[in-house]
Structures are given as structure tokens and as C-alpha cells.
């Protein structure tokens, strides 16, 4: 049975800091990597992925995959208000669904 | 963008009731898919479909049926719902190839209360 873990569980950043969230699996066979972004009251949406090794950017996020040591993780960069957010990864292998880590709770304070 | 629709929106019974959560999607995705969500454990999944007719078992299926009666429409059935039951229900869909790579669309979700 697949296991994904994220760290840390909530953090209150400032506006405009950085920040980085953690997602940790346990099937090395694991092959695509998601992070899904839930605003209060909201559906989950997809924020980016990645399948292969290394970094991949988009605007103030960026992915970095390390498949060796069963780990991803999502950075932002310059965090603002509309950032806060629950932050959900994702993974995915053998044709199967997705399986959802717990989430992490981000506060973007002004 | 995919469009996922869930009613009801709200629902709320009592233990040992009936319910169905109804979810329709109109993109003609061939995979449809439900999860629950309580805080602390993100989204399980319950149920998913690849197409009418085809079930497949996620990982948190006890107490829960599910039913794909065509392309667009995927139903929960809890048929003797329990305390335990409440929770906060997303239908998901999306367009996976044999690799089932591909972003999940979800539906606003059902906030079901078993009493």
C-alpha cells in the first residue's frame, strides 16, 4: 500500500517570503508527482506535476523530484495572500488513481 | 476546462439511512472517481470508474457502493450510513490513457452529516 506523507502539516509564512512544502512516498515504482491546491470552500485543483527527475518552474512555483530518495517538494517563491491555501501532493503508478498525501495548510499573512 | 457537477450540495440523515451522491461530468472523460475528505487524512479515495459499467476499488471502500450508469454519470451509494460516514464527498473526473496520467478535474463537493 502506497504511503505518501507531507510536511510540514501548517505554516504561516510572510508576504513575498519563500516556502517549501515536503512529500515523501513509499513505491519506488511511482511515476507521475502532483500538487493539488485547495482554497477554503473550494474543489482541489491541479497546480503542476512532474515525471522525471529534477526541477520543473512555472511562474513563483517550482517542483523538485528526487525519485532515489522518494521525495518531492513545491517551492514558492515572493508568497502572496491568494497563496494561502490547503496544498495537497499527489501520486500516482501502475495505471492506478491518484493517492493524496494529508496536506499541508499554508497562511500568507499581509 | 472540465465542468464536474455534484448534488446533492449539502445532505444530512440519520444512521441506518439511505443515500445516494449523484455526480455528472461533460467532457466525456473516461475516468471518474470519489474521495472523501477529513481533516488529517487529505483525500481518500473510495470508488473509481474507466468507463459504464466498470468499477474499480479504491482504498477506503468499506460501507460504500458506487454505480457508472453511462459516460457522465457516477453515483456513491451508502446503503446503511453511519456516524463514521461524515464527511465531505469529491467526485472527480479525468481523460487518462492506459498510463492514467492525466489531471483530475473535481466536482464543489457534498458535505454529507450521518446523525
Known amino acids: 500500500q502506497q504511503n505518501v506523507q507531507q510536511s510540514p502539516e501548517s505554516l504561516i509564512v510572510p508576504e513575498g517570503a519563500r516556502t517549501s512544502l515536503n512529500c515523501t512516498f513509499s513505491?519506488?515504482?511511482?511515476?507521475y508527482f502532483w500538487w493539488y491546491r485547495q482554497h477554503s470552500g473550494k474543489a482541489p485543483k491541479a497546480l503542476m506535476s512532474i515525471f522525471s527527475n529534477g526541477e520543473k518552474e512555472e511562474g513563483r512555483f517550482t517542483i523538485h523530484l528526487n525519485k532515489a530518495s522518494l521525495h518531492f517538494s513545491l517551492h514558492i517563491r515572493d508568497s502572496q495572500p491568494s497563496d494561502s491555501a490547503l496544498y495537497l501532493c499527489?501520486?500516482?503508478?501502475?495505471?492506478?488513481?491518484?493517492?493524496f498525501g494529508t496536506g499541508t495548510t499554508v497562511s500568507v499573512s499581509p | 476546462e472540465a465542468a464536474v457537477t455534484q448534488s446533492p450540495r449539502n445532505k444530512v440523515t440519520v444512521t441506518g439511512g439511505n443515500v445516494t451522491l449523484s455526480c455528472r461530468q461533460t467532457n466525456s472523460h473516461n475516468y471518474m472517481y470519489w474521495y472523501r475528505q477529513d481533516t488529517g487524512h487529505g483525500l481518500r479515495l473510495i470508488h473509481y470508474s474507466y468507463g459504464a459499467g466498470n468499477l474499480q476499488i479504491g482504498d477506503v471502500p468499506d460501507g460504500y457502493k458506487a454505480t457508472r450508469t453511462t459516460q457522465e454519470d457516477f453515483f456513491l451509494l451508502l446503503e446503511l450510513a453511519s456516524p463514521s460516514q461524515t464527511s465531505l464527498y469529491f467526485c472527480?473526473?479525468?481523460?487518462?490513457?492506459?498510463?492514467?496520467?492525466?489531471?483530475?478535474?473535481f466536482g464543489p463537493g457534498t458535505r454529507l452529516t450521518v446523525l
Open positions: 499527489a501520486v500516482q503508478w501502475g495505471g492506478r488513481a491518484l493517492i
Open positions: 513505491d519506488s515504482a511511482s511515476q
Open positions: 472527480a473526473s479525468s481523460d487518462a490513457g492506459t498510463n492514467n496520467y492525466a489531471e483530475q478535474f
